[in-house]
């Protein structure tokens, strides 16, 4: 048996160089507050797994912007 505890996400908001990093438990996933790519764009959210359907909450917030700007997604990708 594998037991994934961490998984590599790319293209977040279509936008990260760099994979986000998220945390898995069953069938549930969680992306911890992160900057990917160290430029003040910090990423968090939750998500599902079934079968090859993943279902993703998450934001994404700009602290260089005054005040700070938060875009919400919410999608559901499929497992390449």
Same mark, same amino acid.
């Given at each position: 048996?594998?037991?994934?505890?961490?998984?590599?996400? @790319?293209?977040?908001?279509?936008?990260?160089?760099?994979?986000?990093?998220?945390?898995?438990?069953?069938?549930?996933?969680?992306?911890?507050?992160?900057?990917?790519?160290?430029?003040?764009?910090?990423?968090?959210?939750?998500?599902?797994?079934? =079968?090859?359907?993943?279902?993703?909450?998450? @934001?994404?917030?700009?602290?260089?912007?005054?005040?700070?700007?938060?875009?919400?997604?919410? =999608?559901?990708?499929?497992?390449?």
């Amino acid at each position: 048996t594998t037991d994934i505890q961490k998984i590599l996400i @790319s293209n977040v908001w279509n936008n990260f160089t760099n994979n986000t990093v998220a945390t898995v438990d069953g069938d549930k996933f969680t992306i911890a507050s992160q900057q990917p790519d160290n430029d003040g764009f910090e990423v968090l959210g939750t998500g599902t797994i079934s =079968g090859n359907i993943i279902t993703v909450n998450y @934001s994404v917030t700009d602290h260089s912007a005054t005040p700070a700007a938060t875009d919400v997604v919410t =999608g559901t990708w499929t497992k390449q």
